[in-house]
């Protein structure tokens, strides 16, 4: 059974960093791809990036270029989204997911299997 857990949200000051955590588990993901989208209040769920578990390479939608990082480790088996410079804009529940890998990297959010609980990110002004 898959499971992927959030963490690292919080509440943060602009212009300050969080670096979320998505610790994935009940299958090996080398064959798959794990986003990161982001949902603010009153608002539709965003693609935020994505990373290939296998090679490494990532993919981030226009808007989050630059500020935001996707990694991932092997040995934990867990995927990261680093953020910095954050905005108050930037607050929103984020969430972790996972499909199989594409050709395309896959941004819908019902082009992904699996999903987190989210994390609450909150950027005070």
């Known amino acids: 059974q898959v499971q992927l857990v959030e963490s690292g949200g919080g509440l943060v000051q602009a212009g300050g960093s969080l670096r979320l955590a998505c610790a994935a588990s009940?299958?090996?993901?080398?064959?798959?791809?794990m986003a990161w989208f982001r949902q603010a209040p009153g608002k539709e769920r965003e693609f935020v990036g994505a990373?290939?578990?296998?090679?490494?390479?990532?993919y981030y939608a226009d808007s989050m270029k630059g500020r935001f990082t996707i990694s991932r480790d092997n040995a934990k088996n867990t995927v990261y989204l680093q953020m910095n410079s954050l905005k108050p804009e930037d607050t929103a529940v984020y969430y972790c997911?996972?499909?199989?890998?594409?050709?395309?990297?896959?941004?819908?959010?019902?082009?992904?299997?699996?999903w987190g609980q989210g994390t609450q990110v909150t950027v005070s002004s």
């Open positions: 990373i290939r578990w296998s090679s490494g390479s990532t």
């Open positions: 997911a996972a499909r199989p890998t594409m050709v395309r990297i896959a941004t819908a959010t019902n082009e992904y299997n699996y």
């Open positions: 009940g299958r090996t993901f080398t064959n798959y791809a």
